[in-house]
C-alpha cells in the first residue's frame, strides 16, 4: 500500500466529487471538548475498522475552522442524525456562517463519560479515545476506540447520497 503506479492518470477532482456523490453514507456530528469549549464538524467519512476490539474512523478536513481542538483532543463522539435533523448537518457543515457555540444550541446535548458533546436525540453516537490519527492528502483519520455507545431507538438514520439528504 502507498504506491502510486505512475501509469495511470489520477482522476481529477469534479470526476471524483461527482462518483463519490453516489456512494451514500450516514450523516454524522463529531464532536470534541478542547480547553472547555465544544466544537464539532459534519462527517459522512465515517466507518466501522474493527469490533475486537470496537474501532472505528472518521476523516476531519484539515483546513476545517475547528481541526485545531481534534488535533489536540484524546476523545471525541460521533453523533449519527435521524431524518429530520439535516438542518443540524447544514450548521455544522458550515454551510451557514454560525460561531461554533451557537451550533450547539440547536439542540440537547449532555455530557459524555469523557466530557464530550453527545447529541441527546441521535440515532446512534458513539463515544471515542483516539488510538491513532494519520494525515493523508487534505485529511487527518481520526481512529478512536469505542468506549461507549447510546442508541436511540425511535427512528432510522439521516442518509446523504446524490448531493441530497434521504431518510434512511
Request: proline fraction near 0%.
Given at each position: 500500500m502507498g504506491?502510486?503506479?505512475?501509469?495511470?492518470?489520477?482522476?481529477?477532482?469534479?470526476?471524483?466529487?461527482?462518483?463519490?456523490?453516489r456512494l451514500g453514507s450516514a450523516v454524522n456530528i463529531t464532536s470534541t471538548l478542547h480547553n472547555g469549549k465544544r466544537y464539532g464538524f459534519t462527517a459522512s467519512a465515517v466507518c466501522s475498522v474493527s469490533d475486537t476490539p470496537a474501532t472505528l474512523l472518521?476523516?476531519?478536513?484539515?483546513?476545517?475552522?475547528?481541526?485545531?481542538?481534534f488535533e489536540n483532543t484524546r476523545h471525541f463522539c460521533v453523533n449519527t442524525l435521524m431524518p429530520g435533523q439535516e438542518h443540524?448537518?447544514?450548521?455544522?457543515?458550515?454551510?451557514?456562517?454560525t460561531p461554533m457555540e451557537e451550533r450547539f444550541a440547536l439542540d440537547n446535548?449532555?455530557?459524555?463519560?469523557?466530557?464530550v458533546p453527545v447529541l441527546a436525540s441521535a440515532s446512534v453516537s458513539f463515544e471515542c479515545e483516539l488510538t491513532n490519527?494519520?494525515?493523508?492528502?487534505t485529511h487527518r483519520i481520526l481512529f478512536g476506540r469505542v468506549i461507549n455507545i447510546r442508541e436511540n431507538e425511535e427512528?432510522?438514520?439521516l442518509l446523504y447520497c446524490m448531493r441530497r439528504y434521504l431518510n434512511g
Open positions: 504506491i502510486v503506479d505512475h501509469r495511470f492518470n489520477i482522476v481529477d477532482k469534479t470526476t471524483f466529487r461527482s462518483g463519490m456523490s472518521v476523516c476531519i478536513n484539515r483546513a476545517s475552522s475547528c481541526f485545531h481542538a443540524i448537518s447544514n450548521i455544522f457543515g458550515g454551510g451557514v456562517a446535548w449532555s455530557e459524555g463519560l469523557t466530557g490519527a494519520v494525515d493523508e492528502a427512528q432510522g438514520t
